[in-house]
């Protein structure tokens, strides 16, 4: 069959990376983490010294200058994430980048440029994207569109867990806060904000494991492709 787009979006500790590399592999998909790029370019700013709290020429110029992209390693079930060919995978998921990528991702200028890569890796089909644009703004016209949410406690306890295991020491109110900071950011952002497309299926994880996730898509797949064959 056709390979189609796969939109992913949702809130942060839903299990949307997860289960969107899951169903990746199991399709034969190319994977894109549209959340570890803004991860990436939060990552060069700081490293940088670029101040991020409003546009500024600093940050224009920085943005030409960033190319973000993936790559395999035999060491490693999924894409790693680059910055200018150096892997950042590791250093994008501590705490500094966690709590400032959301002031990051707010700006326009950032939001353009990050959408304009993502656009480009993903226009041949085939690929699962997960982010908190990805039905409304990058892939509007994605084949199926998947909405992730879950209860706080439930978000706030996987994020620390994934936190933990990465050796990096934090309280749950921390994390809790985290979160609530980054939902609120998101949802009411200007450019680009998180919300559920009209068009796009609810998937509520509170209460399911990865595994019941990643089924889930897969079977939404199977509909979505057994209605194009029909056409």
Known sequence: MKPITIAIDGYAGCGKSTTAKRVAQELGYVFIDTGAMYRAVTLFFL??????????PQMLEALDQIKVGFTLSPDYPFPLVTVNDEIVEGEIRNPEV??????VAVHKPVRQAMVAQQQEMGKAGGVV??????????????????????????RANRRLAELESKGVEITLDEVIHNLQERDRIDTTREESPLKQAEDARVLDTTLLGIDEQVQQVLEWVREVQTARSAQ
């Open 98 to 103: 966690s709590g400032n990528v959301s002031q």
């Open 129 to 154: 994207l997960d982010g908190r644009d990805i039905g409304t703004v990058v892939f509007p016209f994605a084949e199926l569109k998947v909405f992730m949410r879950a209860d706080m406690e439930v």
């Open 47 to 56: 490293r940088n010294d670029i101040p991020f709290d409003q546009v500024n």
